[in-house]
């Protein structure tokens, strides 16, 4: 390696070149006059100051890193890069290779001659880095204000009984760590985070802003036009103008200090070019399309992103607006202000079309009103504070949290952490280990489609006859049939099977159902995604009758029949009717609880077209009007002007007052690749599904995008296609006292679909079922918590209304007006009345619910339901079976970071890694929370997760190797083998 030790820092001040330069000039009395970075005991960065140079060696290149060996040096990067002297990406290594013995080393102190200990001993190397004890506290390296944007490579080494003392906004060995940074193959051993909160003189910065300003202050435009709160109505076409800062708007209320220096900051800063001076990003959208970009010297050229180009897709990033001031010579930030921004690849004539929505992501705000939940706050993390950049190989053994000591003249403060290692994941960043990723990959998504279900086990010859031919007699009399599954079903774990045994040393399994073409499951089973098979039914769980079958000799007919599948040859649906009428019976209705909503005699049963109560028959509305207004659909405009349309939606007032069905034909044609209603013609649907979808953070949908709309799929291979038709249903069978059973000690609604939406902002809940029999029925989504409360399956939270087959089609008062909708021209049609027919007829009917988070499971309160399919759509992320791929750019990325089991001087980090991760956020109170290791044995260590109450406000740990994890308060530890361990924290809750 080529060796260059620095001058002296007198001679940079003449040459004013190299590392620093003039700013390391111009701060050179500074460092003469105090030792310390700051002007008083309270608030600086403390450390010596190392007069004769910065590091062991280097000039900062690929070929010449700056080295780190003593302790000094690793201070000196934290203080440089405070003052913002490293604008530009730098280069970082830990450890020398000594000229004598070629060996790796590091040595024990900052004093060139060594210490008296080292003197005595002869020995003044060690193979890791050590801060001793009364070494000061380093400053987190890297802020909004000056960004890490070099590569710092541990080469494996450790930095052991490291401390960081930080203040806002992000907390962590590395404080924001910009995009195209990274940090790579390093320990950390015994290391402790301090957030003390910020200094009181900072208070007029870090309590006021922009966060409780109106919604007219704006800080970016783009092509010359403001970003506001809202998504805009069209997405941009045009991507060759810049986003450009604005701060006109802010006031001395808002930021009351003259000196703030304001700058922009992107989540990916090849697609996104910030100026040198910080005031405008230009999109390079040749970083996706492909090409040689002459704008910059030398010329650039970039490969086409063929994960973007092929298909529909979209890249999520972040624009920030930051701001800084400087006290007492360090630079503190602040981001002022955020905004997403997607771009979006649709392939029209197999040509892209690249479009960009972009919205200001402002303040949660505490009264819940705010569908955008998204703000910069402050964030903590062992490794690094925010992450834009790549992390990977980097691990932790003991460390600790120190959150709002009681320092004098400081402001004590909430905080986060995404994964305890990292406070903020950045959005552009492919997370690996996120304690929340398996629940976002198959949390808030996942499709139950009963005729891909039957497919997948009896295979598509579905007009066959049981592939055996036989048939036994159970001793009730009940006949039952063989069948074979296909090769490689999904379900054949939970297959209901007979065990034959026609001589001792020859056995086997038969699979049995109780009537031709039919499945049939196990009782008391949880059908789920697994590790081994992925079924796609995301968040779904098929809960299998109360019946026993643990003996398959004897016992194989314990309820068989009670939880199947059925093929229906006499029915094959092509077409659907939408219905749009619901029952919401949860506090959006001012009732407080489900059961308090149905007071008296107002239960589920109450809701019929027969009612003597007109508010309550759900086939027309669940709170018909006393003058009805009817929608004139010919020209799309309320005919009663008492209400507008907007009105009519924002206020639930339509679903609740009218039942309406739109009549859509399935269809799996090329020409139909996006969702039912996408891009529709119809202002109505598009206002209706507009108000009705919501995305992951819990924005409306617009109409042109391709998860707008009804997402009606089935499972082909590893992707989904659109389903177009269905012939298969799950027989669900009311009753007022929901039949439940016991399964790994917690109590299940038997005979169910049960699921649990964990994206706080909620999922988008679609159901299409039918009646089949001459009395109505209802399909309910059913709360949790209320499954033990007497006759439960009366009070729904959430129903739809499944008319009778021998619905009268010429009243009103049977059924309302029905429209066809048309999957080419996307326009609705005139209202008219449901088709005339003689005799029953049968049909499906669709309806979504929007759904919060919570626990709930699908029932019918009393008459038999057949459900055909269930689905949670459109929530455009990770896990998400939609239209559009998300596409992460670049290679920034978080993987392979890990708390240790062993101390990694000794022992090989990748071998004795914990596969712990957690999520948690912290009140403004004092406390700690400490991962420590308890050493049961030489060959069993345990990781221990300790905590103090009143700082944990809320946790969700991720222990994903199912190792023993004590977790709890100081002397009150519970050991835990469970994947997800939850703190105060409702998983889907």
Known sequence: MKKRSLRPLWSFGLAAFSLIGLIVAQTYMLFEASEKLGDNDEDNIQGEVGLRKYFDSGTGTLEDPFVITRPIHLYNLSRLQALGVFSSQKYFQLGSTSPIDGTDHFYYSDTASGTAEEKASGTYTRSYLYLPDDYTSLYSIGSTATPFY?????????????????????????????????????????????????????????????????????????????????????????????????????????????NVEYSLRSTNTDLFRVSQDGKSISINTLVLTGGTDTSVTPNVTYTANTDFLGSNSVTSQRIYVSGAIVRNNVRYSKILSSYSVQIKNDISSGSSFLTMTVARDPDEKTDGTSAFSYHHKTNIGFVAGHCDGKIESVYVYKGSFSLNNTKANYTSQAAETDIGLVGEVGINIDNKISPVDNLDNSGDTGIINFTNVYKNVRGTSITAEDTNGDSDTLNDGTQYYYFTPITGSLYSDYLRKRLFTPSADNYYYRYITDQPNSIDFLGQRIITEDDTKSRGIGIFKLNTANYSNVNLTTNYGDGLGKFNVTYDSTSSFTDVYYSTAELNATAENMAPTPDSFYAGSNDIYSWNQTSSSPRWRLNQGTNIPSVPFMRNFSNEAIADGDLTEQDLLNSQAFERNFNYLVNFQLSNSSALTTNYFSSTNSNFLADYFTYKLKDKEGKSLSRTSPDFGLMIKERSGTSYTNTDDFYSYLKITGNSAIDKMTISDSTVPAGTIQFSVANANGANITVIARSKSDASSYVGIYDLNYINQTDEGKYPSFAMYLPPSSVNDASQDGMPYSFSYNNTSRILSSSSSLPAHGASVDRLYAHTFFVPAGNYYLGSPNKTAYIYYIAAQGQEGAGDISNLSKVYLGSDTIKDMDFLLYDPKSNDPSTNRAYFSFMAKFTSSLGTLTIDVNEVSSTNHQLTFTYVTDSLQTALLQNAQDYTVQVGTEGNLTAYKNQFIPINYTIGG
Do not use: C, M
């Open 150 to 258: 070099g590569i710092f490579n541990g080469q494996g080494y450790t930095i052991d009984n490291l401390r960081i003392d930080s203040d806002p906004e992000d907390i962590g060995v590395f404080g924001y760590i910009a995009s195209g940074a990274q940090v790579t193959s390093t320990n950390f051993s015994n290391l402790k985070i301090t957030d003390n909160g910020y200094g009181n003189f900072l208070s007029s910065f870090y309590t006021a802003g922009l966060e409780d300003a109106s919604s007219s202050i704006h800080l970016l435009k783009y092509n010359g036009t403001e970003i506001v709160n809202t998504w805009p109505t069209a997405d941009y076409t045009d991507l060759s103008k810049t986003f450009t800062l604005d701060t006109s708007g802010i006031t001395s209320t808002l930021i009351p200090y003259s």
